[in-house]
């Protein structure tokens, strides 16, 4: 039983973009956000090759804004530069190619609209983030603290990132390990813009975040 305040991570019966979040499944909030987008021509869901639930749900909403591509690998960056290769021959090498996370159903239009326009035409790209603003521990022992962190200068990814077609499928190419967009295009020396983004734009990891979640869309369903 996990310690109070201590997350537990969500369990693997049910894919976690596929879980019910103010009455539509995860996946469907974000889709939504980057449908809306006017600049953004393509919107692609990328599913696990067997992926049998995404016919299940109604995405008539999007009005055919979204398309399913059963590209999806092992792991995210494998998922990504699947994804890429299919568009091979589709994709020009300076195409902008927006990439975010199922699992942060809060994004905004107003977010992809902020992360397109600060970023423009960078030589690089950029990506959403948040300054960091808690004191960071780094663990020594088992569950003791080794040493704190400066905070200076430290920002928390998000998503969505941003980066050029030919560059971003050459980056996962040579570092299939990265964690995220930016980190493989870091690896190959360049620096990418970094985007103030919004704390309500976070990773559902653990059960509570849930409830989080449908807080914020309910509170903007009830504003809109």
């Known amino acids: 039983m996990p310690a ?4 537990t991570r969500m369990g693997d019966a049910l894919p976690k973009q596929y879980l019910a979040v103010a009455g539509l499944p995860m996946l469907r909030h974000s889709l939504a956000a980057l449908a809306a987008v006017a600049r953004v021509d393509r919107v692609i869901a990328i599913l696990a090759p067997g992926d049998a639930r995404w016919d299940a749900h109604d995405w008539s909403a ?8 059963r590209a999806g690998g092992q792991t995210r960056a494998r998922s990504v530069a699947n994804a890429l290769e299919r568009l ?7 195409d902008w190619i927006l990439v975010h996370d199922a699992a942060r159903p809060c994004l905004t239009p107003a977010m992809v609209e902020r992360l397109l326009d600060e970023v423009g035409d960078d030589p690089v790209g950029g990506l959403l983030a948040m300054p960091v603003a808690d004191t960071l521990k780094r663990e020594g022992e088992p569950a003791r603290v080794g040493a704190t962190v400066p905070r200076e200068g430290l920002w928390r990814a998000q998503t969505p990132q941003l980066f050029r077609y030919a560059l971003l499928r050459r980056a996962l190419a040579e570092a299939p390990a990265a964690t995220d967009e930016s980190q493989a295009v870091e690896s190959l020396g360049h620096r990418p813009r970094l985007v103030q983004g919004d ?6 990891t653990f059960p509570e975040d849930l409830a989080l979640a449908e807080t914020i869309l309910a509170l903007r369903r009830k504003h809109a």
């Open 4 to 7: 109070a305040g201590q997350g």
């Open 62 to 69: 999007l009005a055919g804004r979204v398309e399913p591509l």
């Open 88 to 94: 091979a021959g589709e994709a020009s090498p300076d």
């Open 199 to 204: 704390n309500a734009n976070f990773k559902v």
